[in-house]
């Protein structure tokens, strides 16, 4: 069990063609956690995000091509180890997550080594029908198992990491479409990290258009079936060698 105290905190925004939306929330981050260092992973934009985020106030680490959410992580926790910070916590560039409660996940890592922040647990207004909420379901019930704890919410972005879990997620966190999420907590349960979740309130974006429809939330579910197969049946050599360079230098 983790007894860590968290001082140096890392806030991770990866951000795909978010210029409409990233400046506002790094200052918003900000303006919550003035004491916080903000990481903004440019991740292969072709607009301008990491000019509006370094206007902002952001550190901004400019991939050089697209590689999702997950391999945009694995750069903000390579850089989080490397530079000694006690936790990473992911925020999503578009607003949804509320700075706010990233104190509420920080709180939790004083016995834990991962904290998810769940949309499903009486807090806030968020709603999902159909297969998604099937899948969702389904992947929790079976990742609880896993974990040996209670979870409602496994494809949660919305995630505080600290120092137990920042160097495997470093070397080994997914890259594939929702492996950043239910083959990540596979991986840290299998590395023996303990995970707890709380409640957040998951805002509406605040630019750009959500990626629901019942084609793709059908494609979604069986995406989501897959990715729970393969995190399940896959065996990984657990590492937490983060000495692997970053792509680009981050620049203030």
């Not at 400046?23 to 916080?36: Q, S």
Request: glycine share 8%; net charge neutral.
């Amino acid at each position: 069990m983790s007894s860590e105290h968290v001082d140096r905190v890392l806030i991770v925004v990866p951000a795909w063609n978010e210029e409409e939306a990233v400046g506002d929330t790094v200052r918003e981050i900000f303006a919550a956690l003035p004491d916080v260092d903000v990481l903004v992973v440019d991740d292969g934009s072709t607009d301008r995000t990491a000019r509006v985020a370094r206007a902002a106030g952001a550190m901004v680490l400019e991939l050089p091509i697209n590689l999702g959410v997950g391999g945009a992580m694995r750069a903000g926790f390579r850089y989080a180890v490397r530079h000694d910070y006690d936790a990473a916590v992911q925020v999503d560039a578009d607003g949804q997550h509320n700075p706010v409660e990233v104190k509420d996940l920080l709180a939790e890592l004083g016995h834990a080594d991962l904290v998810i922040g769940v949309r499903f647990s009486g807090k806030g207004a968020y709603h999902v029908a159909g297969p998604r909420k099937w899948a969702m379901k389904v992947l929790a019930v079976v990742l609880s198992r896993v974990t040996k704890t209670k979870l409602t919410d496994t494809t949660s972005g919305f995630k505080a990491t600290g120092r137990k879990t920042l160097p495997l997620f470093a070397e080994n966190y997914p890259t594939e479409y929702l492996g950043d999420t239910i083959e990540a907590l596979v991986i840290a349960a299998r590395g023996g990290c303990k995970i707890v979740q709380v409640p957040v309130n998951m805002r509406v974006r605040r630019a750009g258009t959500p990626s629901h429809s019942p084609l793709k939330s059908s494609i979604y579910l069986f995406r989501a079936g897959f990715a729970l197969v393969l995190a399940l049946i896959r065996r990984w050599d657990i590492k937490s060698n983060a000495d692997t360079p970053l792509p680009t230098e981050v620049k203030a």
